[in-house]
Protein backbone atom coordinates (compact mmCIF):
# COMPACT_ATOMS: atom_id res chain seq x y z
CA UNK A 1 0.00 0.00 0.00
CA UNK A 2 2.79 2.27 -0.71
CA UNK A 3 2.45 5.28 -2.91
CA UNK A 4 2.86 8.81 -3.23
CA UNK A 5 -0.02 11.41 -3.00
CA UNK A 6 0.60 14.81 -4.90
CA UNK A 7 -0.91 18.32 -5.37
CA UNK A 8 0.22 22.08 -6.54
CA UNK A 9 -0.98 25.49 -6.48
CA UNK A 10 -0.92 27.91 -9.90
CA UNK A 11 -0.14 31.37 -9.77
CA UNK A 12 -2.26 32.22 -12.67
CA UNK A 13 -4.81 30.33 -15.57
CA UNK A 14 -1.99 29.16 -16.90
CA UNK A 15 -1.35 25.72 -15.49
CA UNK A 16 2.19 25.82 -15.85
CA UNK A 17 2.62 29.06 -13.30
CA UNK A 18 3.30 26.36 -10.68
CA UNK A 19 3.90 28.40 -7.28
CA UNK A 20 3.84 25.57 -4.93
CA UNK A 21 3.68 22.29 -4.70
CA UNK A 22 3.43 19.42 -2.02
CA UNK A 23 3.83 15.77 -1.81
CA UNK A 24 2.68 13.33 0.46
CA UNK A 25 4.87 9.69 0.92
CA UNK A 26 2.49 7.37 2.16
CA UNK A 27 3.41 3.19 3.34
CA UNK A 28 1.33 0.63 4.63
CA UNK A 29 -1.36 3.17 5.17
CA UNK A 30 0.35 5.53 6.89
CA UNK A 31 2.23 9.17 6.35
CA UNK A 32 5.58 8.64 6.23
CA UNK A 33 7.31 11.62 4.24
CA UNK A 34 6.03 15.11 3.32
CA UNK A 35 7.68 17.90 1.09
CA UNK A 36 6.26 21.58 0.26
CA UNK A 37 8.03 23.92 -1.80
CA UNK A 38 6.99 27.26 -3.13
CA UNK A 39 7.71 28.02 -6.24
CA UNK A 40 8.89 30.79 -8.44
CA UNK A 41 6.90 30.21 -11.63
CA UNK A 42 8.42 33.28 -13.34
CA UNK A 43 5.11 34.66 -13.71
CA UNK A 44 2.44 37.24 -13.04
CA UNK A 45 -0.07 36.31 -9.78
CA UNK A 46 -3.76 36.99 -10.84
CA UNK A 47 -5.68 38.49 -7.73
CA UNK A 48 -8.41 35.69 -8.25
CA UNK A 49 -5.62 32.30 -7.86
CA UNK A 50 -4.15 35.03 -4.93
CA UNK A 51 -7.69 34.70 -3.36
CA UNK A 52 -7.77 30.77 -3.49
CA UNK A 53 -4.44 30.11 -1.97
CA UNK A 54 -2.89 33.19 -0.35
CA UNK A 55 0.61 33.05 -1.91
CA UNK A 56 1.42 36.66 -3.98
CA UNK A 57 4.92 37.31 -6.02
CA UNK A 58 5.91 38.48 -2.51
CA UNK A 59 6.05 35.04 -1.09
CA UNK A 60 7.66 33.21 -4.07
CA UNK A 61 10.45 35.92 -4.38
CA UNK A 62 13.58 34.11 -4.12
CA UNK A 63 12.44 31.07 -4.04
CA UNK A 64 13.37 27.94 -6.60
CA UNK A 65 11.97 28.02 -10.30
CA UNK A 66 10.56 24.90 -10.80
CA UNK A 67 13.64 23.28 -13.02
CA UNK A 68 15.71 23.24 -9.65
CA UNK A 69 13.23 21.27 -8.10
CA UNK A 70 12.89 18.55 -10.18
CA UNK A 71 15.20 16.53 -8.89
CA UNK A 72 13.83 16.24 -6.05
CA UNK A 73 10.42 15.31 -7.29
CA UNK A 74 12.24 12.87 -9.62
CA UNK A 75 13.08 11.17 -6.47
CA UNK A 76 9.75 11.35 -4.57
CA UNK A 77 7.55 10.29 -7.50
CA UNK A 78 9.88 8.22 -9.94
CA UNK A 79 9.04 4.15 -9.81
CA UNK A 80 5.68 4.88 -7.65
CA UNK A 81 2.04 5.41 -8.16
CA UNK A 82 1.01 9.17 -8.22
CA UNK A 83 -2.00 10.13 -6.41
CA UNK A 84 -3.62 13.84 -7.37
CA UNK A 85 -7.47 14.34 -6.97
CA UNK A 86 -8.70 14.77 -10.58
CA UNK A 87 -6.21 15.26 -13.19
CA UNK A 88 -5.49 19.25 -13.19
CA UNK A 89 -2.28 18.66 -10.70
CA UNK A 90 -0.79 16.09 -13.27
CA UNK A 91 -1.75 18.36 -15.89
CA UNK A 92 0.35 21.45 -14.42
CA UNK A 93 3.00 19.33 -13.77
CA UNK A 94 3.56 18.41 -17.53
CA UNK A 95 3.00 21.99 -18.93
CA UNK A 96 5.65 23.16 -16.52
CA UNK A 97 7.85 20.07 -17.62
CA UNK A 98 7.05 21.42 -20.89
CA UNK A 99 7.90 24.89 -20.39
CA UNK A 100 11.04 24.11 -19.37
CA UNK A 101 11.80 21.71 -21.82
CA UNK A 102 12.32 19.04 -18.85
CA UNK A 103 11.76 15.15 -19.79
CA UNK A 104 8.55 13.70 -17.72
CA UNK A 105 8.88 11.13 -14.61
CA UNK A 106 8.38 8.01 -14.64
CA UNK A 107 5.40 7.49 -12.29
CA UNK A 108 2.07 5.51 -12.81
CA UNK A 109 -1.05 8.43 -12.22
CA UNK A 110 -4.25 7.48 -9.43
CA UNK A 111 -6.89 9.84 -9.61
CA UNK A 112 -8.32 9.74 -6.42
CA UNK A 113 -11.85 12.15 -7.50
CA UNK A 114 -12.07 9.05 -10.08
CA UNK A 115 -11.41 6.24 -6.89
CA UNK A 116 -13.97 8.68 -4.98
CA UNK A 117 -16.88 8.66 -7.33
CA UNK A 118 -16.59 4.44 -7.63
CA UNK A 119 -16.24 3.82 -3.85
CA UNK A 120 -19.06 6.28 -2.43
CA UNK A 121 -21.68 6.02 -4.55
CA UNK A 122 -23.01 9.40 -3.62
CA UNK A 123 -20.29 10.56 -5.49
CA UNK A 124 -20.72 8.72 -8.54
CA UNK A 125 -22.42 11.93 -10.39
CA UNK A 126 -21.42 14.88 -8.81
CA UNK A 127 -19.92 16.18 -5.38
CA UNK A 128 -16.66 14.98 -5.70
CA UNK A 129 -14.51 18.01 -5.10
CA UNK A 130 -11.43 17.20 -2.33
CA UNK A 131 -13.57 19.02 0.26
CA UNK A 132 -16.88 17.29 -0.09
CA UNK A 133 -15.05 13.69 0.40
CA UNK A 134 -13.04 14.66 2.97
CA UNK A 135 -15.36 15.65 5.15
CA UNK A 136 -17.59 12.14 4.38
CA UNK A 137 -14.66 10.57 5.62
CA UNK A 138 -14.17 12.46 8.77
CA UNK A 139 -10.46 13.97 7.57
CA UNK A 140 -10.31 17.74 8.62
CA UNK A 141 -7.14 19.73 6.17
CA UNK A 142 -6.22 23.50 5.47
CA UNK A 143 -7.71 23.58 1.59
CA UNK A 144 -5.89 25.14 -1.22
CA UNK A 145 -2.26 24.60 0.27
CA UNK A 146 -0.53 22.32 -1.58
CA UNK A 147 0.83 19.82 1.21
CA UNK A 148 -2.74 20.46 3.11
CA UNK A 149 -4.51 18.55 -0.17
CA UNK A 150 -1.90 16.23 -1.43
CA UNK A 151 -1.90 14.64 2.22
CA UNK A 152 -5.57 15.08 1.85
CA UNK A 153 -5.87 12.90 -1.59
CA UNK A 154 -4.10 9.88 -0.22
CA UNK A 155 -6.40 9.57 2.88
CA UNK A 156 -9.44 9.35 0.52
CA UNK A 157 -7.63 6.79 -1.27
CA UNK A 158 -6.93 5.50 1.71
CA UNK A 159 -10.80 5.74 2.73
CA UNK A 160 -11.69 4.18 -0.07
CA UNK A 161 -9.55 1.34 -0.20
CA UNK A 162 -10.93 0.45 3.45
CA UNK A 163 -14.41 1.01 1.95
CA UNK A 164 -14.08 -1.71 -0.63
CA UNK A 165 -11.25 -3.99 0.31
CA UNK A 166 -9.92 -3.22 -3.09
CA UNK A 167 -5.87 -2.31 -3.28
CA UNK A 168 -3.83 -0.63 -5.02
CA UNK A 169 -3.47 -2.66 -8.23
CA UNK A 170 -7.33 -3.06 -8.30
CA UNK A 171 -8.00 0.22 -8.06
CA UNK A 172 -5.94 1.49 -10.84
CA UNK A 173 -7.87 -1.34 -12.92
CA UNK A 174 -11.17 -0.42 -11.13
CA UNK A 175 -10.81 3.73 -12.22
CA UNK A 176 -10.60 2.60 -16.12
CA UNK A 177 -13.98 0.80 -16.16
CA UNK A 178 -17.80 2.02 -16.04
CA UNK A 179 -18.77 4.02 -12.59
CA UNK A 180 -21.61 1.48 -12.48
CA UNK A 181 -19.67 -1.93 -13.44
CA UNK A 182 -23.76 -3.57 -14.22
CA UNK A 183 -24.31 -0.30 -16.61
CA UNK A 184 -22.11 -0.14 -19.24
CA UNK A 185 -24.31 1.79 -21.55
CA UNK A 186 -24.47 4.84 -19.52
CA UNK A 187 -24.12 7.88 -21.62
CA UNK A 188 -25.17 11.10 -22.48
CA UNK A 189 -26.77 12.15 -26.03
CA UNK A 190 -24.08 14.68 -27.11
CA UNK A 191 -25.82 17.37 -29.12
CA UNK A 192 -25.00 18.20 -32.58
CA UNK A 193 -24.75 20.72 -34.90
CA UNK A 194 -25.97 21.24 -38.37
CA UNK A 195 -23.60 20.89 -41.19
CA UNK A 196 -23.64 24.45 -42.78
CA UNK A 197 -23.28 22.73 -46.20
CA UNK A 198 -26.66 20.43 -45.77
CA UNK A 199 -29.65 21.12 -47.80
CA UNK A 200 -31.94 21.89 -44.73
CA UNK A 201 -29.37 23.71 -42.94
CA UNK A 202 -30.88 27.18 -44.19
CA UNK A 203 -33.85 26.82 -42.49
CA UNK A 204 -32.81 27.59 -39.45
CA UNK A 205 -33.62 30.70 -38.17
CA UNK A 206 -30.21 33.62 -39.30
CA UNK A 207 -29.55 33.78 -35.53
CA UNK A 208 -25.97 32.83 -34.89
CA UNK A 209 -26.50 28.92 -33.28
CA UNK A 210 -25.22 28.51 -29.83
CA UNK A 211 -23.29 25.47 -29.18
CA UNK A 212 -24.30 23.28 -26.52
CA UNK A 213 -23.20 19.82 -25.01
CA UNK A 214 -23.97 17.29 -22.46
CA UNK A 215 -21.17 16.14 -20.98
CA UNK A 216 -20.66 12.27 -20.70
CA UNK A 217 -21.48 11.21 -17.24
CA UNK A 218 -18.46 8.55 -17.44
CA UNK A 219 -16.00 11.51 -18.35
CA UNK A 220 -13.53 12.43 -16.01
CA UNK A 221 -14.74 16.04 -15.52
CA UNK A 222 -18.42 14.99 -15.35
CA UNK A 223 -20.20 17.91 -13.30
CA UNK A 224 -18.23 20.90 -14.68
CA UNK A 225 -19.85 23.49 -16.67
CA UNK A 226 -17.52 24.73 -19.27
CA UNK A 227 -17.69 28.07 -21.40
CA UNK A 228 -15.81 29.20 -24.61
CA UNK A 229 -14.37 32.61 -25.05
CA UNK A 230 -11.84 34.43 -27.57
CA UNK A 231 -10.05 33.21 -30.66
CA UNK A 232 -9.84 29.24 -30.84
CA UNK A 233 -7.30 27.04 -32.34
CA UNK A 234 -9.70 24.72 -32.95
CA UNK A 235 -13.36 25.17 -33.91
CA UNK A 236 -16.06 25.93 -31.47
CA UNK A 237 -18.42 22.74 -32.21
CA UNK A 238 -14.74 20.02 -32.03
CA UNK A 239 -14.19 22.12 -28.83
CA UNK A 240 -17.45 21.56 -27.45
CA UNK A 241 -17.28 17.35 -28.48
CA UNK A 242 -13.87 17.32 -26.57
CA UNK A 243 -15.25 18.73 -23.52
CA UNK A 244 -18.04 16.74 -23.97
CA UNK A 245 -15.96 13.36 -24.16
CA UNK A 246 -14.19 14.11 -20.97
CA UNK A 247 -17.61 14.89 -19.02
CA UNK A 248 -18.32 18.77 -19.20
CA UNK A 249 -21.56 19.57 -19.98
CA UNK A 250 -20.86 22.44 -22.66
CA UNK A 251 -22.81 26.06 -21.86
CA UNK A 252 -23.40 29.06 -24.39
CA UNK A 253 -22.92 31.90 -22.00
CA UNK A 254 -21.53 32.53 -18.70
CA UNK A 255 -24.13 31.87 -15.62
CA UNK A 256 -24.15 31.05 -11.69
CA UNK A 257 -23.64 27.01 -12.54
CA UNK A 258 -20.28 28.22 -14.51
CA UNK A 259 -17.26 26.17 -13.44
CA UNK A 260 -14.84 26.68 -16.12
CA UNK A 261 -13.79 28.99 -18.94
CA UNK A 262 -11.92 28.49 -21.49
CA UNK A 263 -9.98 31.36 -23.57
CA UNK A 264 -7.74 31.58 -26.25
CA UNK A 265 -4.71 32.07 -25.40
CA UNK A 266 -4.18 34.52 -27.28
CA UNK A 267 -6.72 36.25 -25.31
CA UNK A 268 -5.69 35.26 -21.92
CA UNK A 269 -2.43 36.76 -22.14
CA UNK A 270 -1.64 40.25 -20.51
CA UNK A 271 -1.45 42.03 -23.25
CA UNK A 272 -1.31 45.78 -23.20
CA UNK A 273 -4.92 47.13 -23.94
CA UNK A 274 -6.14 43.83 -25.06
CA UNK A 275 -9.95 43.71 -24.24
CA UNK A 276 -11.66 40.98 -22.56
CA UNK A 277 -15.08 38.96 -24.13
CA UNK A 278 -17.88 40.00 -22.36
CA UNK A 279 -17.88 36.09 -21.24
CA UNK A 280 -14.28 36.48 -19.72
CA UNK A 281 -15.33 40.01 -17.89
CA UNK A 282 -18.94 38.57 -16.61
CA UNK A 283 -16.98 35.08 -15.37
CA UNK A 284 -14.59 37.87 -13.78
CA UNK A 285 -17.07 39.73 -11.98
CA UNK A 286 -19.02 36.64 -10.71
CA UNK A 287 -15.60 35.29 -9.40
CA UNK A 288 -15.20 38.70 -6.87
CA UNK A 289 -18.35 38.21 -5.94
CA UNK A 290 -16.82 34.56 -4.96
CA UNK A 291 -18.22 32.02 -7.52
CA UNK A 292 -15.41 29.41 -8.39
CA UNK A 293 -15.07 29.15 -11.92
CA UNK A 294 -11.49 28.25 -13.30
CA UNK A 295 -10.23 29.90 -16.03
CA UNK A 296 -8.17 28.11 -18.85
CA UNK A 297 -5.98 28.59 -21.70
CA UNK A 298 -7.27 26.88 -24.75
CA UNK A 299 -3.49 24.73 -24.85
CA UNK A 300 -4.42 23.60 -21.18
CA UNK A 301 -8.01 22.91 -22.13
CA UNK A 302 -6.30 20.34 -24.93
CA UNK A 303 -3.86 18.85 -22.44
CA UNK A 304 -6.72 18.58 -20.20
CA UNK A 305 -8.32 16.30 -22.82
CA UNK A 306 -5.33 14.71 -24.33
CA UNK A 307 -4.53 13.44 -20.33
CA UNK A 308 -8.50 12.10 -20.03
CA UNK A 309 -7.93 10.30 -23.46
CA UNK A 310 -4.87 8.25 -22.18
CA UNK A 311 -7.02 7.20 -18.63
CA UNK A 312 -9.72 6.11 -20.69
Not at 13 to 40: F, H, N, P, R
Not at 173 to 197: F, L, Y
Not at 245 to 264: E, H, N, Y
Request: aromatic letters at 8%.
Amino acid sequence: MDFVAIDVETANADMASICQIGVAKYSDGTLIEEWSSLVDPEDYFDFRNIDIHGITEEDVEGKPIFPELVSQLADLLNGTVCVSHTHFDRVSIARALEKYGLPGFDTTWLDSARVARRAWEEFSWGGYGLANVCNKIGYEFKHHDALEDAKASGRVLLAAIEQTGLDISAWLKRVNQPIDPNNVSTGAAIRRDGNPEGELYKRKTKRKTKIKRDGNPEGELYGEIMVFTGALEIPRREAADLAASIGCTVAAGITKKTTLLVVGDQDISKLAGKEKSSKHIKAMQLIKKGQSIRILKESDFKELVNHASRIA
